[in-house]
């Protein structure tokens, strides 16, 4: 049996019904750019997240770059960021004219090590993106805690995140602004780009607005500099629909997960990913580590398995950054990391038979 990384149109399958009318519904409006599907998505969205405010946008990354420029960052200023991420939690920063300043992971969670923060704030230092990565809440409070002393803002960047949970409280209103990704892959995905910003502060949440439309309020009456960052109609009908599955795809995630850490415990050297006591996590990715990850991904990709890399090349040693002269060596954890980690097929309509498959594979190339 072959089994995908993902499998969009095994979900697609189950909600063809009710999107096919949804998106009708908005060709039938001609009604194309923004408009009553964004508003109902957003308030929805925020409601799930118990946050006040959401921006309906058209990236993940616009949201990364929307959300730091409404708070002012620009040329001068530094945003640290973890090594360990999406190169689009960096562009927030560039793309402001800002320099990203990298932090490495911390071993068991993968996420920004509250340790090793400091190390990386200087008196240019501005804010601090936290990443959710893979699924996993950052930890929060710590991160809060030397932002509070340094007087620097911190941000979610929650692209790979929907209904994550820090302590028993939903991802996206936890720090001054945060950001969300729908890319058609993720845990709450469109049918083409979105994305999202999120706040609980309301000059914040309309800023943001403004420059999500050319830095207008009212059309044609242009306050501030802005951008085209609007989300279209059409997607926000497609996640109208899925926000309704999300918190029940979230826990089929959970429950993959759980197999796959019951059946792949002691198995070859696989480091298994671990739930952080404060984190819920829910499994964008299930990234695990092992000495012999390339040849596993061969042997899998042999079998029929998708797998990924997340991430192949950490982002201090990444070519567009080479300017910065970070060197390998100066984030290890990260970069060990991604010398081993690999990616397993993860999404809610995953069978047992799949994960059983999965496992078996893994199983026959460690013996
Ligand atoms: C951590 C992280 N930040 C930001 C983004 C950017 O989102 P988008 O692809 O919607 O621009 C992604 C998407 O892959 C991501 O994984």
């Known amino acids: 049996m072959n089994v995908p990384f993902l499998d969009l149109k095994a979900q697609y399958r189950t909600i063809r019904s009710e999107i096919r009318p949804a998106i009708d519904a908005v060709l039938d409006s001609a009604a194309y750019v923004l408009g009553k599907p964004v508003v109902e998505f957003e308030k929805a969205f925020a409601a799930a997240h118990s946050t006040s405010h959401c921006i309906g946008l ?3 990354t616009d949201g990364n770059h929307a959300v730091l420029w409404a708070l002012g960052i620009g040329p001068g200023d530094e945003v640290v960021i973890p090594a360990n991420t999406f190169i689009a939690t960096a562009w927030g ?4 004219g800002a320099k990203p300043v990298f932090v490495d992971c911390h071993p068991q969670s993968y996420n920004l090590d509250p340790e090793k923060l400091e190390q990386a704030i200087t008196s240019r230092t501005k804010a601090i993106v936290a990443v959710h990565l893979y699924g996993q809440t950052a930890d929060l409070d710590p991160i809060k805690q030397i932002a509070a002393r340094r007087s620097l803002i911190v941000v979610e960047d929650c692209a790979q995140s929907h209904l994550a949970e820090y302590k028993g409280k939903k991802v996206g209103g936890l720090t ?4 969300f990704s729908f890319y058609p892959g993720k845990n709450l995905g469109a049918y083409g780009e979105a994305g999202a910003a999120m706040t609980n502060d309301e000059q914040l949440a309309k800023r943001i607005r403004m420059i999500r439309d050319h830095g207008a309020e009212n059309k044609y009456y242009h306050e501030v500099f802005g951008h085209n960052y609007r989300m279209e109609a059409i997607q926000a009908a497609v996640l109208n629909v899925k926000l309704k599955y999300l918190a029940e795809w979230t826990e089929r ?20 990913p671990e739930e952080m006591p404060y984190a819920k996590h829910v499994y964008h ?3 695990i580590q092992t000495t012999k990850r390339d040849e596993l991904q061969k042997y899998l990709t042999e079998q029929g398995i998708g797998t990924g890399l997340h991430y192949p090349i950490p982002l201090h040693l990444q070519k567009c950054f080479s300017h910065f002269g970070y060197r390998k060596g100066d984030f290890p954890v990260t970069e060990r990391l991604s010398e081993r980690c690999l990616s397993l097929p993860m999404f809610a309509e995953m069978t047992p038979a799949q994960v059983e498959t999965v496992v078996t594979a893994i199983k026959r190339f460690f013996h």
């Open 58 to 60: 058209s990236s993940g």
């Open 93 to 96: 920063a560039t793309l402001c």
């Open 176 to 179: 001054t602004a945060s950001s």
């Open 253 to 272: 995630r959970r429950a993959v997960a759980q197999s796959y850490r019951r059946l792949l415990t002691g198995v070859g050297d696989i480091v298994l």
């Open 285 to 287: 990715l299930f990234v």
